[in-house]
Nanobody
Framework: QVQLVESGGGFVQPGGSLRLSCAASESIFKFYATGWYRQVPGKQRELVASITSGTTTYTDSVKGRFTINRDNAKNTVYLQMNGLKPEDTAVYYC?????????????WGEGTQVTVSS
């Protein structure tokens, strides 16, 4: 089973920056999609950014502030977060999706907490 380990979360003041990392247990090159989601208690998990078939997508609320990138050689996906706002506070989850013989299967990390507050 694919294992994903996130790191880089923490406490930061509004306007600050954090860089999240997601290390995968195997090559990320083969995955159909890689990305980041976030979730706060009582709310639905939200897609933040993803790379799918070479196309990068961001949710509107983070455009211009967040950047998703990946290093295939290191099996790592990154999320650079700049200009952080209190509403960015959430648990951030790394996600990869495999598609094999028509089966779509997502894999999730355990999550890393990001707290933006004065």
């Amino acid at each position: 089973q694919v294992q994903l380990v996130e790191s880089g979360g923490g406490f930061v003041q509004p306007g600050g920056s954090l860089r999240l990392s997601c290390a995968a247990s195997e090559s990320i090159f083969k995955f159909y999609a890689t990305g980041w989601y976030r979730q706060v208690p009582g709310k639905q998990r939200e897609l933040v950014a993803s790379i799918t078939s070479g196309t990068t997508t961001y949710t509107d609320s983070v455009k211009g502030r967040f950047t998703i990138n990946r290093d295939n050689a290191k099996n790592t996906v990154y999320l650079q977060m700049n200009g952080l706002k209190p509403e960015d506070t959430a648990v951030y989850y790394c996600n990869v999706v495999s598609v094999v013989l028509g089966n779509i299967r997502p894999y999730w990390g355990e999550g890393t907490q990001v707290t933006v507050s004065s």
